[in-house]
Nanobody
Framework: QVQLVESGGGSVQAGGSLRLSCVAS??????MGWFRQAPGKEREGVAV????????DSADSVKGRFTISQDNAKNTLYLQMNSLKPEDTAMYYC???????????????????WGRGTQVTVSS
């Protein structure tokens, strides 16, 4: 059984930083990612880590500010978030795909496993 547990969320002022962590258990696939969902909005892809291709991708809105990484020894996925903006406020979810990454990784409906989320609040 795959379990994903996020941590690291919190409240920060604009310009601040946070690092989210996602510990995966029972997972042996190659694709993990971060998504977020603000109240009243659809869940959106933030960043993806493809460990087989050793590649990453991120949404244009976070490029240059957020960095996704993975520590295989710890079965942990990270999201380093710098220069946070109020519009980054959302519930952040860790996701994993059974095998390789979905064709369109930003489409949250194509992912197989989800954590419960961790709240990030950025004040101006």
């Amino acid at each position: 059984q795959v379990q994903l547990v996020e941590s690291g969320g919190g409240s920060v002022q604009a310009g601040g930083s946070l690092r989210l962590s996602c510990v995966a258990s029972g997972y042996s696939g190659y694709c993990m990612g971060w998504f977020r969902q603000a109240p009243g909005k659809e869940r959106e892809g933030v960043a993806v880590f493809n460990s087989r291709a050793r590649s990453t991708d991120s949404a244009d809105s976070v490029k240059g500010r957020f960095t996704i990484s993975q520590d295989n020894a710890k079965n942990t996925l990270y999201l380093q978030m710098n220069s946070l903006k109020p519009e980054d406020t959302a519930m952040y979810y860790c996701a994993a795909d059974i095998g390789f990454c979905p064709g369109v990784w930003r489409n949250w409906k194509d992912w197989d496993y989800w954590g419960r989320g961790t709240q990030v609040t950025v004040s101006s």
